[in-house]
């Protein structure tokens, strides 16, 4: 007998046609004999409807009320997978996140997990009951409702397994697994069976929505067995792990991409020892999140500072910078739009120099202009003209011999 934790994104329970067939899913392995607890993520995207029907009252909702507002969604889910469970004869209960006993700090819609006393739910694995939680969501020491950012169910699970001491967790998702790139974009891409959980987090924090990156960080600090499996079959899926095998040499596992990419620069009549500093401790305390850094100082020419962004921060990040123009001390901003950043990923890097350079080779032959540049033991990225994005990610796919064979 295993305690697993199965957890199920929006998409596999987005009706309840689908919760039933979920509900199946987990009886199936009650049947077997394990100690289940089920996280949900609310219905479909039933998030993303809350969040709209606040903004049609608000800009700018309180973010305690957010996380009320928004917490409701996995608690709708749980209640009616228990329902359905309890319509099969298994005996299961659905706890919201503090009658599961995770509490959190009291960043409201941000929040991160502090503690996870799993009493409760241990309690009534031993009733053999099938214990279903509210993903997301949990309570600050005080008693506030929080979320845990958008993608938290995968924390939620993660979190929970350790706290139970899981043999898995089980992330049930609508893909059968992790892939080398987007399929839907990168045609040739093919499911992987294993995975470091480096490599995850990178591709993770790429933009590969399978996992939030936190479940990633979460998972890998705590060693738990991690899968990406499909709800809709029974294939074995992705298993994350401290280390993989180099399967056929592959040094390169992954190739990410991410559209709507916007590059700022700034000029500085004179090199000022602390403007790094200045532009980037400014930028954080209004918590915008910079991504590369490339700072240029040569003799006789003007200094400047790029870094890039997500478009989406565009806006604000130019507010920032404007009203702090003086303080920071440049004398002149621009910025590029219609950018996008792509990325191989493999912990395989560490030992083999070159790969920087073969990515290199073959943008520069695919006549693909390089604009950014960011390394990392495991990652190369670099940021290129939007139009090339998906030219680029299948070109390097090919490069690294990621395709199907
Ligand atoms: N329902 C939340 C969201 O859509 C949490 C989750 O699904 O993981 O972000
Ligand atoms: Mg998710």
Redesign the pocket.
């Known amino acids: 007998m295993s305690k697993i934790v199965m957890k199920f994104?929006?998409t596999s329970i987005a009706t309840t046609d689908k919760i039933k067939h979920v509900a199946t899913r987990i009886s199936k392995e009650k049947a077997a004999g394990h100690e289940i607890v089920v996280v949900v993520?609310?219905m479909g995207k039933?998030?993303d409807e809350l969040v709209r029907l606040a903004n049609e009252i608000s800009e700018n909702p309180s973010k305690r009320e957010m996380d009320m507002l928004l917490s409701t969604?996995?608690q709708v889910t749980m209640a009616l997978l228990a329902i359905q469970l309890n319509q099969l004869g298994h005996e299961a209960i659905s706890l919201t996140g503090w009658q599961a006993g995770l509490q959190t700090d009291l960043v409201h819609r941000n929040a991160r997990i502090e503690k996870l006393d799993a009493k409760n739910i241990l309690n009534l694995l031993s009733d053999n009951k099938i214990v279903i939680v509210a993903?997301?969501q949990g309570v600050s020491a005080d008693g506030q409702i929080t979320t845990l950012g958008?993608?938290?169910?995968?924390t939620t699970a993660v979190a929970i397994a350790a706290s139970i001491e899981a043999d898995v967790c089980d992330v049930y998702t609508d893909v059968d697994g992790i892939y080398t790139s987007d399929p839907r974009f990168v045609p040739t891409a093919r499911k992987l069976d294993e995975l470091e959980y480096d490599e995850m987090l990178e591709l993770a924090n790429l933009g590969a929505g399978v996992l939030?990156p936190r479940a990633v960080e979460f998972a890998k600090n705590h060693k738990i067995p991690l899968r990406v499996r499909s709800s809709y079959n029974e294939g074995i899926g992705t298993v994350l792990k401290g280390e993989v095998d180099l399967e056929n040499n592959l040094v390169v596992r992954g190739v990410a991409f991410e559209a709507d990419i916007v590059r700022l620069t700034m000029e500085y009549e004179v090199p000022f020892n602390d403007s790094l500093a200045k532009i980037f401790t400014t930028l954080a305390a209004n918590h915008i999140n910079v991504d590369i850094i490339v700072q240029s100082i040569v003799d006789g020419k003007k200094p400047t500072v790029s870094f890039s962004i997500k478009k989406e921060w565009l806006a604000e990040t130019i507010t920032v910078l404007e009203s702090n123009k003086e303080a920071l001390g440049f004398t002149f901003a621009d910025f590029e739009v219609g950018l996008a950043k792509v990325s191989i990923v493999g912990s395989g890097m560490v030992s083999n120099p070159g790969v920087a350079a073969q990515m290199f080779d073959r943008l520069q032959k695919e006549s693909i202009p390089v604009k950014m540049v960011s390394t990392s033991e495991i990652k190369v990225s670099v940021v290129i003209p939007q139009d090339d994005m998906i030219r680029a990610a299948n070109a390097l796919h090919d490069e690294f011999g990621l395709a199907l064979v």
Do not use: H, I, L, Q
């Open positions: 994104g929006g993520s609310a039933t998030t969604g996995e993903g997301f958008r993608g938290g169910s995968d939030s």
